[in-house]
């Protein structure tokens, strides 16, 4: 399944410059002029796993497949935007489509790149921009909620949609929901506002490592958790690179991982997000399921006929199949096991399923 992450900001933050970076790409315009960027790109980037290259050389597969993640670069939004200004309801719109929001904020100084607003303020940037999606969110909750409608929304949905009309309107932290709802509940409510979010702040290079000021102010206030440091235009110039020339270029600015990697660890903590694998002499191929998945329920992930005739599930964890090198002697050597309908998928298993047609 992987996951669809859009990045989203104010105009001239390094949007466009980000999503080129992490997609190794140079699909999104990128200039220096706000709406540069009005439908929305979106690169689909596998997932680096070092887990899936030792499968795939200890089974001999034909065939590697990592799991993907999707990333979807949206037009800058401004002070206005759920009003429509800056054609803002089409670029809200874009929003509600991903699983999780990638926040980049201009964290610093440049006199040739153009600034909306007249000066450098993280923290006044990430709330016009959360401003925004909670007067979005606040017309679709009314909405919802009115007679006429409400009649096709569970109560379950009614509650929540409440509650946050109650935080929006009082102006509370909306995000206290999702300590009295479970993560699907909050996602079929389909919010702005409730959607996963990460930080990235953009700084330039100098200041890749130890941040600056501005991240400094961003943190003490969101806090180091869900905060990313990197710079757009470093990480840019290092997919122009190949093989050597990208390890001896991080090197010389003591830049130990990319922002991509950094991007899905992060990505896949917040979305609780764990992988399988799948691995024979045909393909060895990464699987991406919610935490706490049931063995049907990540056959589904597979096909749909899995899930339904399913029947057990041949299963070795990574380490007793690399230690064992392979299916063969992890069977002969009692690491196989044969899990039911309540096993819950462990990050890093290998699963063959055994299913009825």
Known sequence: MGFKCGIVGLPNVGKSTLFNALTNSNKAQAA?????????????VPVPDERLDNLFLISNSKKKIYTTIS???????????????????KFLSHIREVDAILHIIRCFDSTNIQNVNPNVDPIRDLEIIETE???ADLESIQRRLEKKNK???SDKQV???EMALDCINKDQNI???????????INQSNLLSLKPKLYVCNVDEKNIKTGNDYTRNFINKYEEKNTIIISAEVENQINQLNGDEKKNYMQMINLQETSLNILIKKGYK????????????????????PKNCTAPKAAGIIHSDFQKGFIRSETISYNDFVENEGWLNSKNNGKMRLEGKDYIVKDGDILNFRFNT
């Open 133 to 135: 999606m909670k007067l």
């Open 270 to 289: 917040l979305l609780e997000l764990e992988t399988f694998f799948t691995s024979g002499p045909e393909e060895s191929r990464a699987w991406t399921i």
């Open 151 to 153: 009649k096709n929304i």
């Open 175 to 185: 995000d206290m929901l999702k300590k009295n709802f479970s993560n699907s509940e």
């Open 32 to 44: 220096n002029f706000p709406f540069c960027t009005i439908d929305p790109n979106i690169g689909i």
């Open 159 to 161: 509650k929540i949609l």
């Open 71 to 89: 990333i979807v670069d949206i037009a800058g939004l401004v002070k206005g935007a759920s009003k429509g200004e800056g054609l803002g309801n």
